[in-house]
């Protein structure tokens, strides 16, 4: 079973910015097209950001412009580049593939505030 694992999210303060990583154990699942979604308190699980096997990126409106999305199929790890985050960022940001795949790794927390 493919594992996921997220790291880089913090406390940050409106304006600031993070750099989420994705590590996936196998090398085979990161040729997938890959999504960072997010889950905040009370809410539904929201796809924020896809990249293709291509590099071919897209974006939920609420972020874009201020995230971007990369991926490193040699080091199997997909990145999410947060810039001008604001508290409604606030959530647990999890990567899978998309669509998702695989069992949802613990995520890593993002909190936005001052």
């Known amino acids: 079973q493919v594992q996921l694992v997220e790291s880089g999210g913090g406390l940050v303060q409106p304006g600031g910015s993070l750099r989420l990583s994705c590590a996936a154990s196998?090398?085979?699942?990161?040729?997938?097209?890959m999504g960072w979604y997010r889950q905040a308190p009370g809410k539904q699980r929201e796809l924020v950001a896809t990249?293709?096997?291509?590099?071919?990126?897209n974006y939920a409106y609420s972020v874009k412009g201020r995230f971007t999305i990369s991926r490193d199929n040699a080091k199997n790890t997909v990145y999410l580049q947060m810039n001008s985050l604001k508290p409604e960022d606030t959530a647990v940001y999890h990567c899978?593939?998309?669509?998702?795949?695989?069992?949802w790794g613990q995520g890593t927390q993002v909190t936005v505030s001052s």
């Open positions: 990249i293709t096997n291509r590099g071919a990126t």
């Open positions: 899978n593939a998309n669509p998702p795949l695989v069992n």
């Open positions: 196998e090398s085979i699942f990161i040729m997938y097209a």
